[in-house]
């Protein structure tokens, strides 16, 4: 009788402790300042969606023919410190690198030129747009890429579209910015 009474009192511990892990993120109100990715101990989860664009084909500074690749991750916030932008709300932080490398790390990344890149937005819902220009470096591979390009535009699904200010083959996304 006195094991089964400790092994109950064990699993009651064992339970109510589980359950306090597990209610314990959930208290973080969405006022409270969020992290991009996700936390089971600190601060909540922002609302994200994430972006990515087909490779952009440009020439670079000089005589050069190179490739931007765009990712990123559209937020509600407001993002917490330290961050790309503390505080920042409805917004998408875009990580650009550029050119491939056939073998990885363990080979030369190939199409990678100086370029300054921009990004074009349109908020399709309020009507707001603006515009984002960043020099990249041809040293901004995938393994090294730019990552803290922030783009403001407020809630609502957003048209980017990324280009450089040499020639190039743009190419356009949606995102929707909680």
């Known amino acids: 009788m006195t094991s089964r009474k400790s092994f109950a009192s064990a699993a009651a511990t064992v339970l109510a402790g589980a359950a ?10 969405a006022a409270d300042p969020c992290q991009l990715g996700w936390s089971n101990v600190g601060p909540r989860s922002c609302v994200m969606n994430e972006l990515r664009t087909a490779p952009v084909a440009t020439l670079g500074h000089g005589v050069c023919i190179g490739i931007l690749n765009v990712a990123g991750t559209a937020f509600d916030g407001p993002l917490m410190a330290p961050s790309v932008a ?7 932080a875009l990580r650009v690198s550029q050119g491939f490398s056939p073998l990885g790390n363990w080979a030369p990344t190939l199409l990678a030129c100086d370029v300054n890149v921009i990004v074009d937005w349109k908020n399709l819902d309020s009507g707001a747009a603006g515009s984002v220009t960043r020099f990249i470096p ?17 809630p609502g699904r957003v048209q980017l579209t990324i280009r450089t200010d040499k020639a190039n083959i743009p190419q356009s996304t949606e995102v929707f910015v909680r």
């Open 20 to 29: 306090l892990c597990l209610a314990a993120p959930g208290t973080a109100k």
């Open 138 to 154: 041809a040293g901004s591979t995938s393994t090294y890429p730019v990552q803290d390009l922030m783009v403001g535009t407020g």
């Open 86 to 92: 503390p505080g920042a709300t409805n917004s998408i």
